[in-house]
Structure formats: structure tokens, C-alpha cells
């Protein structure tokens, strides 16, 4: 990467280009580590560096510039937080869902919180080596970035009863400006990182998966469906069924909503068609009732402490003419809800 530095930088004289590189740095955060005291809305969960995985950027600085030795470039650190989503229900919080927002603090930038709006934080100054005509000045993890980082997610609705789903997404990138000029305006600072790619990145992400909740109202075994079609002839690729079961066990007198999904999954005639890892093949699940156009099974109705059963059918279809052998992957995601 090079960046031509305009204007109002002022840099050793022969250090007007330069780029990092190496390994982004990261924040991963599985839904599965969100455990709600109470499962109302406002409860809070706070996670600092020790309980999410991380990985800290790693980089080194590269030039093209005429030097000849390795030259010293003097930086101002800046963070910048863009949100992808619209804010939350107050200042400092950013939206994730219909259900859950989050917020971060990082204590190593004396904790300035995340504000809804992109905003650079001025994070330390410092000086670093400048690699000379190509060759690179090593850098060391930067690991503060993670260690002083605190989130914290709250519930905006209440999710005591059913689980609640969160896709995967990316929240924010954490950027670093160089600078040299101190008397640069914040305005002409975050003008100019508009208009570049930033040289260091750090993204923070969500997997997708469930939030937990306390004492949920239903619970259904198994947790997990594992379906293996095995080895079968081209031929009979639309004779491949398998049945299964759920068995759902309330502690009170219930009546649900059922949906099926996945990554690009339709409603056709009222069963659920999932993707598979190919284009020649889908996989049609079906139940003992029609989905809604909407995707969801109405009239699920437990009774409190006696199991109740869901009949699940597997079917492999093919979607063209001709179809080639080898695997067929394919998954999804059974959600159920209130009525």
C-alpha cells in the first residue's frame, strides 16, 4: 500500500512514502459467551480482553523513499469507531439487533467511551523506526489495543423464554492515523482518513449464533440435528429421505411458532428449502404442517411437563436435469417463538 502524505504532514524529508503490513487485528465474539443474569431487557453482560478471542495486530513499516538508513517516523495514534448499524437506545450504545446493542470502553485510552458517530480518539504519541528503500523496520504485537478493550451487550427486549439469534457481522474497524502536525484540526485529521485506506486495521466481529437465557420456558432435545444421507447412486438422489424427531419438553402450557432457516433458504409450498453447497441440489425439510409465507409452523402447543414431539422429514432434491456425483452440505437453524 502507499500513501502519498498531502499537505499539512510534515515528515523527514525523504519519508514521504510509506506502508505497513502484515497480520489485521481482530475481536471474535461467539453469541454463546452472552450469559443474562435475569434475560429482561436492560440486563447487561460485560466481557473484558481475557474472556473473548483476540488476535493483535502485528505489522512493520516499509518505505520508498531515497533514504539510505533507517529514518524515524513520528506518529500520533488515532482510533476512529464506525458503527454499521444505527445507533442504540442511548449515547454510547450501538445496535446489533432488534434485541441487543453493545457498547466499549478501552481503559488503555483512559476509558473514552465508543460514541455513536465516527470520532477519533487521540490514543499516544510515539516514534517509531522507518524502514529504508524497501526494507521493512519490524514491529511487535501491539497488544494494548486488546488488552485495555471492555464491551459490554444489553438486551433491548426481553428474551427469558426463547433463545435469541444473532447473525454474524462485522461492528467496527479500529484505525490508526500518523501524523506529525500537531496543530492539525480534528476536522482535518478525520478529512483526511476519509480519504485513504487506512494503513492498520482492527475488526471487531460477531459469529453467528444464540444469546443464552435464563430458565428457558421449553427445552428440546436434541439441541443438535446431524443428518447423514451416506453414499447412494446419482440415480436415486430424489429417493433420499430421513425422518426425525424433537422432543420438546415445557414447564407451562405453551403455544409456539416454529421457522426453519438458513444462509439463502426459501418457503416453497409450504416446506423449507435450504441451500447446499452446490447448485445442482437443495434440501427440502419438511413437518407434520405447512409453513406460513413468512416461514413459520403455527399451533405448536406443549402442555406443561409432558413431552411433545416434532416430526422433521430430510429430503435431498435435485434442481437440474443433471447432476454430478460427490458431497452435498447443507445447514440450518430451528427457531421457535412465541405466538
Not at 483526511?192 to 459469529?207: A, G, H, K, Q, Y
Amino acid at each position: 500500500m502507499l500513501i502519498t502524505l498531502v499537505g499539512f504532514f510534515c515528515f523527514p524529508a525523504n519519508a514521504d512514502l510509506y506502508s505497513v503490513g502484515d497480520g489485521m487485528g481482530r475481536i471474535l465474539i461467539n453469541p454463546e459467551q452472552l450469559k443474562f443474569n435475569t434475560g429482561k431487557a436492560g440486563d447487561t453482560v460485560t466481557m473484558s480482553a481475557n474472556s473473548f478471542d483476540s488476535t493483535p495486530f502485528t505489522g512493520r513499516w516499509f518505505t520508498t523513499s531515497k533514504a539510505t538508513s533507517v529514518q524515524t517516523l513520528f506518529a500520533n495514534f488515532y482510533t476512529t469507531y464506525v458503527s454499521s448499524l444505527p445507533s442504540g437506545t442511548s449515547d454510547g450504545w450501538f445496535k446489533l439487533t432488534d434485541s441487543l446493542e453493545f457498547s466499549a470502553i478501552n481503559s488503555y485510552y483512559g476509558n473514552v467511551p465508543v460514541t455513536p458517530q465516527r470520532k477519533l480518539i487521540l490514543g499516544q504519541q510515539s516514534t517509531y523506526p522507518l524502514g529504508y528503500n524497501g526494507m521493512s523496520a519490524a514491529q511487535g504485537p501491539w497488544g494494548p489495543w486488546i488488552s485495555g478493550t471492555i464491551l459490554k451487550f444489553r438486551l433491548t427486549k426481553d428474551a427469558i423464554d426463547t433463545p435469541t439469534y444473532i447473525p454474524a457481522m462485522d461492528l467496527f474497524d479500529y484505525l490508526v492515523l500518523y501524523d506529525t502536525q500537531s496543530s492539525a484540526s480534528e476536522a482535518e485529521k478525520l478529512a483526511f482518513l476519509n480519504t485513504i485506506p487506512s494503513p492498520i486495521f482492527f475488526r471487531f466481529s460477531v459469529m453467528p449464533g444464540f444469546i443464552k437465557v435464563p430458565e428457558p420456558m421449553c427445552n428440546v432435545y436434541p439441541s443438535q440435528l446431524d443428518i447423514d444421507f451416506g453414499v447412494f447412486p446419482v440415480s436415486q438422489i430424489n429417493e433420499q429421505v430421513i425422518q426425525k424427531t424433537l422432543q420438546m419438553t415445557c414447564n407451562k402450557n405453551s403455544s409456539l411458532k416454529m421457522m426453519i432457516s438458513g444462509v439463502g433458504s426459501v418457503i416453497d409450498n409450504g416446506s423449507y428449502v435450504l441451500k447446499a453447497n452446490r447448485d445442482d441440489v437443495v434440501v427440502r425439510v419438511k413437518t407434520g404442517q405447512m409453513a406460513d409465507l413468512q416461514g413459520y409452523v403455527h399451533d405448536i402447543n406443549p402442555v406443561k411437563d409432558i413431552p411433545f414431539s416434532i416430526p422433521l422429514s430430510f429430503e435431498i432434491k435435485s434442481i437440474k436435469s443433471k447432476v454430478e456425483p460427490g458431497n452435498i452440505v447443507s445447514n440450518g437453524w430451528i427457531v421457535f417463538s412465541y405466538e
